[in-house]
């Protein structure tokens, strides 16, 4: 298995994602059991398509990707509603400036404080952590009253991998 990058966060581009997954589902049968919720067929089938690789995907591709697998074919809303347990649970996180979910490749407990980059070239995600951005969102926040209960800051841009193979060679 290839390792995930140091640098960015990031995997490399053909890292091998068994590991990933099978993290991301024990981590997430943990978080469930600790909090007293059930990991559900289809909350874990919904987490198994979010997890699938690192890149934010839509609720419809979800219910896509379940219908083409063979499955009955389900309602948005059970779709949306497993997606939302699985957010209120801290396993998936949803990027708003897409619409999207990714899930979270990083053990942060109760910290809900997060620095997303997403790649605009793949579409890849990750989580990195700066608390001192946070120290100085939160100052911000006090200074006018206001008081902070979470925060998620999403970074556009390209990943290392993209950025790499943009460059004419020399």
């Not at 996180?93 to 979910?101: D, K, P, V």
Request: aromatic letters at 4%; hydrophobic letters at 45%; proline letters at 4%.
């Amino acid at each position: 298995m290839k390792p995930r990058s140091s640098v960015t966060g990031f995997p490399v581009p053909d890292h091998d994602h068994t590991s990933c997954l099978a993290d991301v589902i024990a981590r997430a049968a943990a978080t469930f059991d600790r909090q007293g919720l059930r990991l559900t067929d289809l909350r874990r089938q919904v987490l198994e398509e979010v997890a699938a690789s690192h890149k934010a995907v839509g609720a419809y591709e979800v219910l896509e990707r379940l219908a083409s697998k063979g499955g009955k074919r389900l309602a948005p809303i059970s779709i949306y509603r497993a997606l939302d347990a699985l957010v209120a649970a801290g396993v998936v996180h949803r990027l708003e400036s897409r619409n999207a979910f990714f899930a979270c490749h990083v053990a942060h407990g109760g910290n809900r404080r997060q620095i997303v980059l997403a790649c605009e070239q793949c579409g890849a995600v990750a989580e990195v952590s700066r608390p001192g951005v946070f120290d100085d969102i939160m100052a911000a926040a006090s200074a006018v009253g206001f008081t902070m209960s979470h925060a998620l800051v999403e970074v556009n841009g390209a990943c290392a991998a993209c950025t790499r193979s943009d460059r004419p060679e020399t």
